[in-house]
């Protein structure tokens, strides 16, 4: 742009009156929706047969790309539960904060988008409306996400984000796709894990077992219950987040704790030791996520 600012530009297919319907979803939405967990969206244009969505750069591209493409470093572990619980927080904003509320209707990898600073943000709202409750609207999405609530009743609900929330929780878990059997491979596990211990068995081999194994067993659990069948039993992404959230503030305790028993030479050891591959996810909480406030 004039300004030097970077942008992505999002050319729509306009052939078709779904790509129409689609472009002005994204820009009403996102004309009214502000979060730090979803994609600014910076104009548009339509005009002479074209129609262009602006965003904000994301220098980091997708999820996607990250945990599928073997010639990218492999996300750590806490960077993955990192990106989880942002990804909740813009899904609770949709749910919770905005008026009306919004369902996504599309959530996967692919529409997962990474900054700099690999702070994760929900994109593509093509597909995004109220809560749909219609036997007669048109199923959309991708398959290997679909709620089979929806499936079977064409009812859209706020559950059905959690269920496609709770397959990425396992695409970050086992760095596989749903088109790769994802689903059947988590069944399987189910069975041994007995709905709790013993998920580190579809842990992605990229991560090369490090991870904290409890950890882990947690956030199994967690996606284990938000892909049951039975949308009424799935928790609200309120829940996700507030799960998500003191999974993480128990991490940085032991580690603060740890630090703090540590001999002081081994710490000025291990501040020597070579940066990661990715600058610093720095989490500052704020009141951009509902479940930060404090209950009135």
């Not at 002479?48 to 599928?68: D, F, P, R, T, W």
């Amino acid at each position: 742009m004039s300004t030097g600012e970077i942008v992505a530009v999002k050319v729509l297919a306009t052939d078709s009156k779904q790509g129409e319907k689609e472009f002005q979803t994204e820009v009403l939405l996102l004309g009214r929706l502000h979060h730090r967990n979803l994609v600014n969206l910076v104009g548009y244009c339509a005009e002479k047969g074209q129609h262009m969505l602006i965003y904000v750069y994301m220098e980091n591209g997708s999820l996607a790309s990250h945990l599928y493409n073997e010639h990218k470093v492999a996300l750590s572990w806490d960077l993955r539960i990192n990106i989880a619980l942002d990804v909740a927080r813009g899904l609770e904003y949709l749910h919770d904060g905005a008026i009306p509320s919004v369902v996504h209707r599309d959530i996967k990898s692919s529409n997962i988008l990474l900054d700099r600073t690999m702070r994760a943000r929900v994109a593509d709202f093509g597909l995004s409306r109220e809560e749909i409750v219609s036997r007669h609207a048109p199923i959309r999405g991708t398959f290997g996400y679909l709620d089979p609530e929806y499936v079977s009743s064409r009812s859209y609900t706020k559950k059905s984000d959690v269920y496609s929330f709770g397959v990425l929780l396992f695409e970050l878990i086992a760095g596989r796709t749903p088109q790769q059997g994802l689903l059947d491979y988590v069944e399987l596990a189910a069975i041994n894990a007995e709905g709790r211990d013993g998920w580190e068995e579809i842990a992605d081999s990229r991560l090369e077992g490090s991870f904290d194994l409890e950890e882990l067993n947690e956030v199994a659990t967690l996606a284990y219950k938000s892909i049951n069948r039975l949308s009424r039993r799935r928790p609200s992404m309120r829940d996700l987040v507030q799960a998500l959230s003191n999974t993480i503030k128990e991490r940085n305790y032991r580690t603060r704790r740890k630090r703090h028993l540590l001999p002081v030479t081994v710490v000025e050891e291990s501040a020597k030791q070579d940066p990661p591959p990715y600058p610093e996810h720095s989490r500052e909480e704020s009141i951009d996520s509902l479940s930060d406030l404090a209950d009135v």
